[in-house]
């Protein structure tokens, strides 16, 4: 998988660094700055959240075939179109002279992210050889990740408060062009040679995926204004639900598919997109709740409130070291089952220290530190068994997916626990107390979840191979007369 022959270059960790931290500012820098925007541009109410929504629907929508792109089309050239479309979409949003306008640049700043995000994935698992350089920069990927989010909100309001809204945007462009000048002696191109023939895209599954998924995370999106029961809200949902129904059994008659079905017959992929999926259920509406809390009953502003999010910035690094150094001796499967109790404990004090008296210590600093180092614990692991076993020209394949699971999965715990926490706490109609009795029950939720993600991926790691996938039209040894050793099957593909 890897190329023995050359080690990667200095620059390579750094970019990918920066892709995993752009993508994840860009998710929550503008949330701040919302009110400046809508009275700069002459927003309504119900179109400026679209601002928010429009890069989360096209990076969830397009993730499995940006992650596919780079399999077919080339690693480094996929990443650097990316980077090339994110910077784009940031100066025009950055000079938007109508809601419209910047609505149309953050939707294509969300394109660049999903071509980004898998990629930089993927380049780990290819040029990081599997062990401690491999454990370092998967733990380095997801702390800046976490690092991303938590620094858009700090981020968000010095730049307004500072320079305006539209810093937000343009502080990206010149990132962006400072990565792009060492993309090409940083970023190995790919070597055909070793992986075979270039793999052919799969058109009609990448509009089957894109379609179903966009409408899936629409639907999620709906429920926040107009609720679980409205006729949109369902209608838009249960297309999404059908159109990735239909995806999954056209990719069982395609030669070479968008999403190999077989890869989640590898227990470690399996166990690494079901944790995904739960973990980012619970943990983007912890850390939702968690800032509504700070500013609507603590009383922070939003630099204060941002500030307070450092600290988790810090645990998950530190989580990311131990993970990094231990990994090799416990393995992936035993550290998603620490990290995921870990992170579920931190947030069941969430819910236990959460008060309208409430302090921060206690009250945030205290769970925070807890969840945060549970969680980064977890991104090693996570990394190396959703590409474990993956033959090298599948790994934006499987990239794609986790990363799909990942904002899928924050979308539906997003969407479910607004609605746990509305109907606990009377729509905030009861005031402080009332919010706070809505927050502590989302937040026991949410532990729940992650607790349900750490047993899910212990039971799930362990487990031997179901029987392997035969892609479309290639041998199957099954049926070749060929003897086949399941202990040297189990052996090599984890």
């Known amino acids: 998988m890897v190329n023995s022959q050359t080690s990667p270059s200095r620059w390579l960790l750094p970019v990918l660094l920066t892709v995993q931290f752009l993508v994840s500012l860009d998710m929550s820098v503008v949330n701040v700055a919302l009110p400046d925007i809508g009275t700069g541009l002459g927003f309504d109410a119900g179109a400026l959240a679209w601002v928010v929504n429009a890069y989360a629907l096209t990076f969830g929508g397009l993730l499995m075939l940006g992650g596919r792109l780079a399999d077919v089309a080339g690693r480094r050239r996929v990443l650097v179109v990316g980077f090339v479309v994110f910077g784009l979409a940031s100066l025009v949003g ?111 599954g990448a509009l089957l995926v894109t379609a179903g998924t966009s409408l899936l995370v629409l639907g999620l999106m709906r429920t926040g204004t107009h609720g679980w029961t409205a006729w949109g809200t369902g209608g838009v949902l249960g297309a999404g639900v059908v159109l990735l129904a239909v995806f999954a059994v056209v990719e069982t008659r395609v030669r070479q598919p968008l999403l190999r079905l077989g890869l989640l017959t590898r227990g470690p992929v399996l166990a690494a997109n079901v944790f995904a999926l739960l973990m980012s259920a619970g943990q983007f509406a912890a850390f939702y709740f968690t800032s509504l809390y700070m500013q609507q009953v603590l009383g922070y502003g939003p630099t204060a409130a941002g500030s307070a999010f450092l600290p988790f910035c810090v645990g998950v690094v530190a989580g990311s070291v131990i993970a990094a150094r231990t990994v090799g001796r416990f393995g992936a499967g035993a550290l998603l089952l620490v990290g995921g109790l870990l992170g579920a404990a931190g947030i069941a004090w969430f819910a236990a220290a959460v008060a309208v008296d409430g302090g921060f210590l206690l009250s945030v600093l205290g769970p925070s530190a807890v969840a945060s180092v549970g969680i980064g614990m977890c991104f090693v692991p996570l990394g190396t068994a959703a590409t474990e076993g993956v033959a090298p020209e599948d790994t934006g394949m499987a990239s794609g997916l986790l990363n799909s699971a990942r904002q899928v999965g ?32 989302a937040y026991w939720v949410a532990a729940g979840l992650l607790a349900a993600a750490a047993l899910a991926a212990g039971a799930l790691h362990g487990k031997g191979p179901l029987p392997a996938e035969t892609p479309a039209g290639e041998k199957d040894s099954r049926n070749s007369g060929e003897r086949v050793d399941p202990g040297a099957s189990r052996s090599t593909q984890g």
């Open 94 to 204: 950055g000079l938007a002279q109508a809601p419209g306008q910047l609505i149309a640049a953050r939707a294509v700043q969300g394109v660049g992210a999903a071509l980004l995000s898998p990629v930089a994935l993927a380049l780990i698992t290819v040029n990081f050889p599997a062990g401690a350089a491999r454990s370092r920069a998967l733990g380095l990927w997801g702390a800046a990740g976490a690092a991303g989010g938590a620094v858009g909100v700090l981020a968000g309001g010095l730049l307004t408060d500072w320079f305006g809204w539209r810093a937000v945007m343009l502080v990206n462009v010149p990132v962006v062009l400072a990565v792009l000048a060492v993309v090409r002696p940083g970023v190995p191109a790919d070597d055909r040679r070793a992986s075979g023939s270039r793999p052919r895209l799969d058109a009609l």
């Open 410 to 441: 924050g979308a539906v715990g997003l969407g479910v626990l607004v609605t746990v926490a509305a109907n606990a706490g009377g729509d905030g109609a009861q005031g402080a107390e009332g919010l706070v009795d809505g927050y502590a029950a």
